[in-house]
């Protein structure tokens, strides 16, 4: 069982650059959502999708986009990449039974120079 | 907004020892959910413990348990008899009953487990 699997695990852009970072999930879970995490400031919502074909913005959406088009992917697409959005992203996927735990995948490091 | 706080950036312990690790929140939700997530250098996040709110009893998880006080909106993890393998990132996460399954988190603590 896979459970959350991000790729790619590193990646370095250069600022304007555009790319794909992929999130799929095997448990069928309907809940799935992109963090980033900064040193400092623990992990914030970028975006979040409570099923196919709902995408909603968390907490710093800007400069992300996202589509849900099966039950499995969530790809978060940075459409020209900037310094600011050097961070490590997680995917993570639950169940939407109330405290269902959120499980994680294991991360992609970007750095954008 | 929900806010999360974690004052203690850093804290060590010695292997065996207890520890524990303070987190406050800002609500006036009276439902919600508590989490406490690990974080190991391997940067996997890993759920340690969860609380709901209307429950009076403590959550416990083998050597983890919380010491939740609804009113003072405060949820702390102890870690007894910690091992080398407690050495982590520690996060305290908050999620409203109403939220749609978003997490508010805490900016960590690193927590050292000396030999």
Redesign the interface.
Known sequence: NAGVTQTPKFQVLKTGQSMTLQCAQDMNHEYMSWYRQDPGMGLRLIHYSVGAGITDQGEVPNGYNVSRSTTEDFPLRLLSAAPSQTSVYFCASKTTAQNSPLHFGNGTRLTVT | AQT?TQSQ?EMSVQEAETVTLSCTYDTSESNY?L?WYKQPP????I?VI?Q?AYKQQNATENRFSVNFQKAAKSFSLKISDSQLGDTAMY?C?FMR?SS?????????TRLAVRP
């Open positions: 999360v950036p959910y989490f391997s940067r996997q996040m759920l969860r709901e996060f996460a009953k749609g399954d978003k997490l508010t988190f805490g900016t960590g």
